[in-house]
């Protein structure tokens, strides 16, 4: 199967269900619809969010054959082609079932052991792949000596990156991403209200201009694991690929709660999260708990922010899926029923170099953790996600234990990984609060 052509025609067939929604609400507008016509959108409804998650699915395997092929080009540029002379290597999969059976990882200071897992040079591999770079960007990796660990990353590696970067959409925006070997608190500048200067009327004169106001955001490290046990037959079998198996399996523990944390914490005990952040006068009401939102309220959202952000690279939209929806039917035209649609589908969106959905020529990015349209909820964010900072701790690491399991004849291992979250400057973004 040609998965790019395929991806292609589910996104076709996705905007002829959008545009069967379109021609629907046009031909009830002004009316109460019956409950048959209700029952035919929300039909088409389900079926639109049908094709996009086969869409998800299919990408996913699309992007991991074009990467996997170009690492498979920079590899054999590096070290040559496998040939039958050449002795077969040691596998990952083989190290990390090593670990898991006590022959392998390293030592903790309380006589346990761990094995890290180095995302950081699968984030460096795959931002090479997908800004263009070929065979000799790749081998330039391979051959650096830097002191940040293993710089070819490891199939649980990549897979276990993969996985967070897909599950995390905070972590798919662009926002700056912080990662430092250790966990000390890092203190960065808050820009609190920006500084204006005054015109120099003539020669002499005095300057003289507001001075800008700062505060400090600190960024810890708040912990986050997962426990899982694995049967000692699954680690003795040699026909089960360990890697992508425990690196899925992690990746999707891990980034659940962080991505919940990192859009919607409260600062409190955990990350601040990218929707929380802004509060109080940074909000635009809607004018009512069930009024949802509409033309002239995402004006106002993306307006009310600097054009110096507006036309930042990484400007962008966030929300979730329902107020996506809800959005994607709107006009143009008399507050909304009439005219062109805002929403703008992309044939291509997800697939390598491809486009994602847009919104006022804007990208968009789904969360579900965001909140759903509603009494006083914050259902969508405009902004320049380059503001949101998010730390990291090195990287995520297993640690395992033999023994508490002994009676089951299973392994226990966790995955630890230390994560915070915040704002350098509130004014690059705003949201839609909707009122109570």
């Not at 914490?265 to 990350?271: E, N, T």
């Not at 107020?323 to 805002?342: H, P």
């Amino acid at each position: 199967m040609d998965i790019r052509s395929h991806v292609v025609k589910l996104n076709e067939q996705r905007i002829n269900v959008i545009e069967q929604i379109r021609s629907e609400l046009i031909a009830t507008q002004g009316r109460d619809r019956s409950v048959e016509e209700s029952a035919k959108i929300e039909r088409m409804e389900a079926d639109c969010l049908r094709i996009k998650n086969e869409i998800d699915e299919f990408v996913a395997i699309e992007t991991r054959a074009v990467e996997a092929a170009q690492l498979r080009q920079a590899q054999e540029s590096v070290f040559g082609a496998m040939t039958a002379n050449y002795s077969t290597p040691i596998q990952p999969v083989d190290e990390l079932r090593a670990f898991l059976r006590g022959n392998g990882g390293q030592m903790s200071a309380n006589g346990g052991r761990f094995m890290e897992i180095d995302i950081q040079a699968a984030k460096r591999e795959m931002d090479i792949i997908r800004m263009g770079g070929g065979a000799a960007e790749l081998r330039a990796l391979a051959w650096d000596t830097g002191s940040s660990g293993s710089l070819v990353p490891t199939t649980l590696a990549r897979t276990l990156y993969q996985i967070l970067e897909a599950s995390i959409s905070v972590y798919r925006m662009g926002t700056t991403k912080v990662s430092t070997g250790s966990g000390e608190n890092l203190v960065f500048p808050k820009l609190l209200t920006h500084a204006v200067a005054t015109q120099v009327s003539g020669q002499g004169t005095a300057l003289a201009g507001s001075d800008p106001v700062f505060a400090k955001v600190t960024l810890g490290a708040f912990k986050y694991g997962e426990l899982v046990r694995v049967a000692n037959e699954v680690l003795a079998d040699s026909g089960i690929d360990l890697g992508p198996l425990l690196g899925t399996d992690m990746g999707r523990a891990l980034a659940r709660k962080i991505g919940a944390d990192i859009t919607t914490g409260s600062g409190s005990g955990q990350p601040t999260g990218i929707m929380t952040a802004i509060v109080g006068a940074g909000t635009i009401a809607t004018g009512g708990s069930l009024i949802t939102v509409g033309v002239n309220d995402l004006l106002n959202l993306k307006y009310s922010v600097n054009d110096q952000y507006r036309q930042d690279p990484s400007c962008a939209w966030l929300m979730n899926d329902s107020t996506a929806g809800t959005i994607a039917k709107l006009r143009d035209g008399a507050g909304g029923t009439v005219g062109a649609f805002l929403w703008r589908p992309s044939l291509t969106a997800g697939l390598a170099m491809g486009t994602p959905d847009m919104l006022f020529d804007k990208p968009v990015y789904i969360d579900t953790n965001v909140a759903a349209q509603g009494s006083n909820a914050k259902s969508v964010w405009f902004g320049a996600a380059s503001a949101f900072y998010i730390r990291t701790v090195g990287n995520p690491v297993i640690e395992t234990d033999g023994s508490r399991y002994f009676d089951t004849d299973e392994v226990g291992f966790r995955a630890k990984w230390r994560v915070d979250s915040n704002y350098v400057d509130l004014t690059a973004a705003n949201v839609i609060k909707q009122s109570v």
